[in-house]
């Protein structure tokens, strides 16, 4: 029997819901998993994440990925409970369990459960939940006319370098874009652009591509780490400098970029054109190596 197809939701394409997801020690049925309603995850926020996308059954950047949740782990003073060949391990055999394939790999570790209070509970073992739910591609429609962003202030907190899941601040900040009929939000903190509610943010003037350098304003995107590579080793130049709010309007182009929706060029800011208000040529050709990299990668 053909295998089914095994994702956890996707009303678009109307798939059954029977993926496997990984707790604490078990891959079982997504419907069977439980936490404790004391899980500090759940009471307080209290843990960190990752998003890794993969291609073809394969992780892409797991390295990073897994680098960058240490990060997370140790900023928040936690334990990582996995080795990197421990983890490289169980997120194999989930994406294995769900039909590989392109999926979006969802991986959470939180303090634990414990009687609440807001200091760290002691002796407690932290709570590991990983899930897959299908990767969508880019839509051609968005890559052939870019899409369109709103700035707002920058309301996040000072640590915005931890991958943190109490993300309410990053939600409210994507839902006033969506409301405001836009698809991502550009952060302005101190005057300058940070990065967007979900995705790294970028500025093209005159073929020299600007972002925010990494500090405690933005999240290192694994991303933000190729593409600027890429765009390196292609001889483009790369600043990483934040770009004054004053400046946006006059960019030749704005890009946005995370795991799950690559590069995407935006088309128009607060409901201007970004420059001639078509995609842009820097991008055309970063997002063209992009492409050929993920596919060397899925090989
Ligand atoms: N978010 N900055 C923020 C605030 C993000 O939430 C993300 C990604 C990025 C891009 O990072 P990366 O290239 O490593 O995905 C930057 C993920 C996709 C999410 O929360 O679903």
Not at 175 to 201: C, P, V, W, Y
Not at 260 to 283: D, H, M
Not at 286 to 293: E, F, G, I, K
């Amino acid at each position: 029997m053909a295998s089914a197809i095994r994702y956890v939701t996707d009303v678009d394409l109307g798939l059954t819901v029977v993926a496997d997801v990984f707790i604490n020690g078990s891959f079982v049925a997504a419907e069977q998993a439980t936490v404790s309603v004391f899980e500090r995850g759940f009471l307080l926020g209290d843990g960190v994440y990752e998003v890794i996308p993969v291609y073809a059954g394969r992780c892409f950047e797991l390295a990073g990925h897994l680098n960058r949740l240490e990060n997370s782990l140790a900023g928040v003073k936690m334990t990582n409970p996995y080795r990197d060949d421990e983890w490289e391990q169980l997120i194999d055999t989930l994406i294995q369990r769900n039909g590989g394939g392109d999926q979006a790999l969802y991986m959470q570790v939180s303090r634990g459960a414990a009687p609440r209070d807001h200091v760290f509970p002691e002796g407690v073992s932290t709570s590991v939940f990983v899930m897959t739910n299908p990767l969508k591609p880019v839509s051609e429609i968005v890559k052939e006319h870019g899409i369109q962003a709103i700035t707002l202030v920058d309301t996040r907190w000072q640590r915005c370098d931890i991958k943190a899941i109490s993300l309410l601040p990053n939600s409210l900040l994507k839902q006033e874009a969506k409301e405001a009929g836009a698809e991502e939000a550009l952060l302005i903190r101190d005057g300058f652009m940070t990065e967007g509610s979900a995705s790294n943010s970028y500025a093209v003037f005159d073929g020299v591509v600007y972002t925010a350098p990494k500090d405690n304003t933005i999240l290192p995107g694994i991303t933000r780490d190729v593409l600027l590579s890429l765009a390196r080793e292609a001889g483009i130049i790369v600043v990483e400098e934040a770009v004054a709010e004053s400046k946006l309007s006059e960019a030749d182009e704005l890009w946005v970029s995370s795991s799950t929706r690559e590069i995407l060029p935006i088309t128009q800011l607060n409901g201007q054109a970004v420059g001639s208000g078509k995609v842009g040529p820097v991008w055309q050709k970063v997002d063209a190596l992009y492409q050929q990299m993920k596919k060397r990668a899925a090989q």
